[in-house]
Each structure stands twice: as structure tokens, then as C-alpha cells.
């Protein structure tokens, strides 16, 4: 692909509409590669920030999983019905692929959630935490518990949705992130 | 600290992360290598929730299965689900294999569960909780058959 080419993709999907993006699935549906770098590249730094809080800050990891993500996303583009926005299918499959890899993680390496607990030190006050103190807080909760947090404070996302996506009941949603709360809390340096 | 100076906060961590280089020649390089998959005829969504249910069910009777021993005499079980009475009502009434046949059968059914949950994931691999579902499965397929090697 020659650089002048890549370059109208890029400009036509800086501020997509959603037409624009249906004109674009519809295109990578049909085996369209441009169609789909183009969407890629319009959705690339959502999906690997949210990959990427999800896997603890792992660059290389986020990095590969968002490639897995994206290939994913290539090859069930024929599954994908236009009844909702193709940025939330995109989105959920993403997660989803992200929590396959963690669920993978947690079994070969049986990681011990009281160690991570442990693990989540620190003495800056919340308020005055910059970016990258809280990301690395947040990274070190424990795997559950960090991707409820990060569903909910910093996707967005309902505990209602929380719950029926992860498979655990409301409460236990809640209590997870009152968890996670506690300990990034104290990771901070504030009392809980 | 209230809950909007919490989600102030939390919103410093969101937001779009650029990755550190370019993915898309390795992307391209993998879909060029990996077939778009037609179109097929969408499982009709009563189909995924009885394979989410039999899933369940079968999940149900293994937990069942681990936390209480299987009776030598006949009894009644109280257990509700689908699965759990097809398999129960498989087992030989005063069959000193009993146990093992409810482990084989069980075996089974967790196989099948994850074989229709896989099927649904292919439909829908947007689902987080048909991802969280398998999980649970197999690592209910696990357990069952480690019980199965110890028995």
C-alpha cells in the first residue's frame, strides 16, 4: 500500500459519522482492507487504552491482544447485525477478548490475589495522583477486581451490564468495585 | 472524597491510549493469512439461551456433585435442573458403579456445555458473559475429571 493512499484513509475517518462508519463496515464486509485499516484507525487508541487498563499496563501485551482483537473483529465482521453501533460490537468483543487472555493468565500462573493486594503500596493522595501513579495503582489490583473497576469508573459501564457480562450477580459487582475502591485507596495513600 | 471527585479522578486513567507503534502492518499481514467467515444463518437466540442453560445446569450438578457424596440407595435429590434429572435418572438404582457412571455422565453433559457455549460464541463474540460462561465450565470439566481419577 503506497503512503498517499494510506493517507486519504486517515483523512475521511478523522471525525467518522455514523454512516460513514456503516458505509465502511459494509465495505469490510465484503473483503475491503482499506475500508477495514480505516476503521481500525479511527478505533485503535480506545481499544488499546481499554486493553491495555484491563492487562495491567502491559504495553507489549496490550499491544498484541489489541492485534488479536482487531483480527477477531476482521473475521466476524459477517456476524455483525448494524442494530447497534459498530464502535460498542467493537468495543465488547475487545473486552472479551481481553478477559479470555486474563482468565488464561490467572490459571497458568496462579497468581495470589493477597500478594497483589500487598503489592498495591504507596503513599500519594488521590487527589494530587497524576496519571501515571494512578495507572500503575490501578495495575496492580487484582484481576477481578481491576476489570470491574475499570468497566465501571472508567468505561462507563453499568453494574446491571457489569454483572451480566462478567456472569456475577449485581451485588457482587458492586462489591468488587467497593473492593477495588479500598485498595486503590490505600494504594493512594488515603484512608479507605 | 465524594463519588464525583472519585470519578474525577478515575477519568485521569481513561480515555484513548495510542499504542506505542503502528499495529496495522501486522494486522494486515494476519487477515490477509485468515478468512472473513460468511455470513451464516444466526442461531436463533432461544437456541443460545437453552445451550446457556443446559450450561448452567450441567455447572449446577457438577458443583452438587462435589460438595455431596453419592447415595449407594435410592433417593431423592433435590435438584431441579434439566441436566441434573437426565443424568440422575441415567444411574442404576443400587449400582456400586453408580458414582462413576453420575462422574461419566456429568463428563458429558459439561463437554456438550461447552461445545454449545463455543458454538454461541461464534454467533456472538461480542458476549463477555458467554466467555465468562466457558470458564466456569471448564473449569467444572476439570474438576469432574480430576474427581473421576481420584474416585
Request: with cysteine.
Amino acid at each position: 500500500m503506497d503512503g498517499s493512499a494510506l493517507r486519504v484513509n486517515i483523512s475521511t475517518v478523522e471525525t467518522p459519522r455514523e454512516d460513514t462508519v456503516s458505509a465502511l463496515v459494509r465495505r469490510a464486509s465484503a473483503g475491503d482492507t482499506r475500508a477495514f485499516e480505516a476503521l481500525y484507525r479511527d478505533h485503535v487508541g480506545r481499544i488499546y487504552g481499554t486493553i491495555l487498563r484491563l492487562v495491567a499496563m502491559d504495553r507489549a501485551r496490550a499491544e498484541e491482544l489489541t492485534q488479536e482483537a482487531f483480527v477477531r473483529a476482521w473475521q466476524k465482521l459477517g456476524s455483525f447485525r448494524h442494530e447497534s453501533a459498530f464502535s460498542t460490537w467493537l468495543h465488547r468483543l475487545s473486552v472479551n477478548t481481553a478477559l479470555m487472555a486474563l482468565r488464561g493468565k490467572r490459571e497458568t500462573e496462579s497468581a495470589d490475589e493477597e500478594a497483589l493486594e500487598l503489592a498495591a503500596g504507596g503513599e500519594i493522595p488521590f487527589c494530587a495522583a497524576e496519571r501515571g501513579d494512578l495507572e500503575r495503582a490501578v495495575s496492580e489490583l487484582p484481576p477481578r477486581a481491576r476489570a470491574v473497576l475499570v468497566l465501571h469508573d472508567v468505561e462507563g459501564w453499568k453494574h446491571e451490564e457489569i454483572s451480566a457480562e462478567l456472569g456475577m450477580a449485581v451485588g457482587s459487582s458492586k462489591a468488587q468495585l467497593h473492593r477495588a475502591r479500598g485498595l486503590l485507596r490505600r494504594a493512594l495513600g488515603e484512608a479507605a | 472524597m465524594s463519588e464525583f471527585e472519585w470519578r474525577n479522578g478515575m477519568r485521569k486513567v481513561g480515555g484513548p491510549v495510542e499504542p506505542g507503534r503502528d499495529l496495522w502492518p501486522d494486522i494486515a499481514a494476519k487477515i490477509s493469512a485468515v478468512p472473513q467467515e460468511k455470513r451464516r444463518l444466526r442461531l436463533p437466540t432461544f437456541a443460545i439461551a437453552a445451550g446457556v442453560l443446559v450450561a448452567c445446569g450441567a455447572v449446577l450438578f457438577a458443583w452438587q456433585l462435589q460438595n455431596k457424596p453419592v447415595p449407594q440407595q435410592p433417593t431423592t435429590l433435590a435438584v431441579n435442573t434439566p441436566v441434573s434429572k437426565r443424568v440422575i435418572n441415567n444411574v442404576v438404582e443400587n449400582d456400586e458403579h453408580a458414582p462413576r457412571k453420575v462422574l461419566a455422565n456429568a463428563s458429558d453433559e459439561l463437554n456438550d456445555a461447552s461445545t454449545s457455549i463455543q458454538q454461541a460464541l461464534e454467533q456472538r463474540p461480542d458476549a463477555v458473559f458467554l466467555v465468562n460462561l466457558l470458564n466456569k465450565t471448564n473449569s467444572q470439566r476439570l474438576r469432574v475429571m480430576k474427581k473421576s481419577y481420584a474416585g
